[in-house]
């Protein structure tokens, strides 16, 4: 099993609403990324959490809470969002993080959210 | 910073037709260096990839060269396909950062 998935595919949610994404794989890989992705641009790194710590936080307003509960799985709660927020939100995996050689990062579809 | 530059889309092409799209890097050190590939509504996805100075990636007919001399990673498909439209990511990784810093994307988009 190669993949990354994530749920739901779709959100849209108000300004005053409180929503989980969820991503989940179940290669046996210990790090775990979050990335903003805007239309026509690429990916944006947000958190990387390696053995279920949280090794990065790449300057994120705190309405973006992430959770890894275990290594297979890595929420992201979101709280309070503005409408800037509304984008495709990509979820990752590798082996490891922070090696000399880089791990390959498997990517999920991605849950594409819309801020009303 | 480091830094991927690659060239602006929309490319449109005939199916068979031969495609390049140009990546530029700026780094220090020895970048490993990467195509991703992204479907309409996926996720990015792996396509090739160089961890040193002259070696070729290369992947479902794909090809790019690392060269150091130019600080260049340009992908090359000798005929592409419809199935070839998706937009394409040049990215580079630094052991000392990191993290995979991206090129704008170039879109691609093959009619038949």
């Known amino acids: 099993d190669t993949e990354v998935t994530q749920t739901p595919k779709h959100l849209v949610m108000g300004m005053t609403n409180k929503k989980s994404l969820k991503c989940e794989q179940h290669?046996?890989?210990?790090?775990m990324y979050w990335y903003k992705q805007k239309a026509k641009k690429p990916p944006e790194l947000m958190f990387v959490?390696?053995?279920?710590?949280?090794?990065i936080n790449e300057s994120v307003p705190s309405r973006f809470s992430p959770e890894c509960p275990n290594s297979s799985l890595l929420n992201l709660h979101l709280h309070a969002l503005q409408p800037e927020d509304s984008a495709l939100y990509l979820c990752?995996?590798?082996?490891?993080?922070?090696?000399?050689?880089?791990?390959?990062?498997?990517f999920g579809p991605g849950t594409r959210l819309t801020v009303l | 910073g480091d830094s991927v530059t690659q060239m602006e889309g929309p490319v449109t092409l005939s199916e068979e037709a031969f495609l390049t799209i140009n990546c530029t890097y700026t780094?220090?050190?020895?970048?490993?260096l990467f195509w991703y590939v992204q479907y309409p509504g996926e996720g990015l996805q792996l396509l090739l990839k160089?961890?040193?100075?002259?070696d070729k990636g290369s992947n479902k007919g794909f090809e790019a060269t690392y060269r150091k001399e130019t600080t260049s990673f340009h992908l090359e498909k000798g005929s592409v396909q419809v199935s070839d439209s998706a937009v394409y990511f040049c990215?580079?990784?630094?052991?000392?950062?990191?993290?995979?810093?991206f090129g704008g994307g170039t879109r691609v988009l093959v009619k038949p």
């Open positions: 290669m046996g890989h210990r790090a």
């Open positions: 780094a220090t050190g020895y970048p490993s």
């Open positions: 990215a580079l990784y630094q052991a000392a950062g990191n993290k995979l810093t």
């Open positions: 990752a995996s590798s082996q490891e993080y922070g090696l000399d050689n880089y791990n390959e990062q498997f």
């Open positions: 160089a961890t040193k100075a002259d």
């Open positions: 959490y390696s053995y279920e710590k949280l090794s």
